[in-house]
Every structure is written in structure tokens, then in C-alpha cells.
């Protein structure tokens, strides 16, 4: 089944811990990306990939940091977290230049 | 910088009734659109997209209208069902630029009254 599994689905962690929420597919997709997601915000980009070893900064980097070593593997790290990050965040892929995105469940992240 | 946002934040519709869901944008350099649907509990889910050079496209039961004049999308659903309460999202991306970097807007609720 084609998918995007992102770990864990809730996290709740205390302010400065460094963490990691892993992403993976298994579609053979260039493009990856993470988004926070917050209410009455919507989705906000963090970080993207066009491909291994290629990133890019989204509109809410600060605080964030991504690696794509492997094609399928795309991890989100969070080195010292603050509670302005709990949120609820996605992973998704896609083909480059694709419109169809294909996203995770969701890690809910709570920092207190 | 540029947004996208969307009119209602909740839409309110009975069964086997059309929903219209719109959307504003204000980047005139985006190139396509995309309409996501997110269920409860779950990640967003492709819809339908529309290109900038399209003012309209069909999917099942589906329609997208774009109107660049007053840069403005809409997602209409017919027959409108149970199954379709969610909340919609419309997605924008500027190709010739920046491939790879979206704007969503923040979601209108759609509630499906029996």
C-alpha cells in the first residue's frame, strides 16, 4: 500500500530535549516536505526536498532542522524544543512537479 | 508576502444539497492550485487541481472554477454527502520559481446536515 508513515503520532516532551519525527514513503517520490499545522493557520511549509541530499527552507524554518540522506527517509529535528512548536505536523511526497501530494497520519507534538 | 486565504472558516450544508467552498489568493504569479480534503484525525488528501492557464476543471463530483481576474478559486461539490464533512484546504505554488514551496490557506469546515 502506498503510503507515509511518519513516528511517532503523539509525542509530549519538556522544553530544550532534542527530538526527531521520522517520515518515510515507500512511493519512490523525489519531493518531500514538512508542515505544522495549527488552528486558524492552516498548514505552514517548515522544510522541503527536491531530492537526496537537496533541501530547502519553507516559511517557518526557524527552530527546525531536516536531512535527506536516503530518498525515502525524510526526518524532521526539533535539536532544542520550545513551547511555541506543539503543534500538529505533517510529512508528505510527491513526484517533482506533481500537484498530488500524499501526506502522513500526523505527529501531534506537545512541548511543555 | 503572499497568502492565500479562504472566505468562511465553517460551511454549514444538507445532504444531497451543492457545497461551495472559496478561496482568495493574491500571488498572480502562481501557476496551479490544489483543493486537499482533511477528514478528522487525518492528514490532508488530494482533491483536484487546476493550472493557471484553466479556468475550469471537473472530478467526480467535483468541480473547480478559477478566476484570475479577481484571483479567486471555488470548489463546488454536488450532492453534497455525509462522507464529504471535512475540512477543505486550497493550496497555491508559484512553478517557475520555487517548485516545491506551497501556500495553503487556513480551511473552511464543511458540516453535512441530514
Known amino acids: 500500500e502506498a503510503q507515509v508513515t511518519q513516528n511517532p503520532r503523539y509525542l509530549i516532551t519538556v522544553t530544550g530535549k532534542k527530538l526527531t519525527v521520522t517520515c518515510s514513503q515507500n512511493m519512490n517520490h523525489e519531493y518531500m516536505s514538512w508542515y505544522r499545522q495549527d488552528p486558524g493557520l492552516g498548514l505552514r511549509q517548515i522544510y522541503y526536498s527536491m531530492n537526496v541530499e537537496v533541501t530547502d527552507k519553507g516559511d517557518v524554518p526557524e527552530g527546525y532542522k531536516v536531512s535527506r540522506k536516503e530518498k525515502r527517509n525524510f526526518p524532521l529535528i526539533l535539536e532544542s524544543p520550545s513551547p511555541n512548536q506543539t503543534s500538529l505536523y505533517f510529512c508528505?511526497?510527491?513526484?517533482?512537479?506533481?500537484?498530488?501530494?500524499?501526506f502522513g497520519q500526523g505527529t501531534r507534538l506537545t512541548v511543555v | 508576502g503572499e497568502s492565500v486565504g479562504l472566505h468562511l472558516p465553517t460551511l454549514s450544508v444538507q445532504e444531497g444539497d451543492n457545497s461551495i467552498i472559496n478561496c482568495a489568493y493574491s500571488n498572480s504569479a502562481s501557476d496551479y492550485f490544489i483543493w486537499y480534503k482533511q477528514e478528522s484525525g487525518k492528514g490532508p488528501q488530494f482533491i483536484i487541481d487546476i493550472r493557471s492557464n484553466m479556468d475550469k476543471r471537473q472530478g467526480q463530483r467535483v468541480t473547480v472554477l478559477l478566476n484570475k481576474t479577481v484571483k479567486h478559486l471555488s470548489l463546488q461539490i454536488a450532492a453534497t454527502q455525509p462522507g464529504d464533512s471535512a475540512v477543505y484546504f486550497c493550496a497555491e505554488n508559484e512553478v517557475t520559481d520555487s517548485w516545491g514551496k506551497f501556500q495553503f490557506g487556513a480551511g473552511t469546515q464543511v458540516v453535512v446536515t441530514p
Open positions: 508528505a511526497s510527491s513526484f517533482v512537479g506533481g500537484t498530488e501530494a500524499f
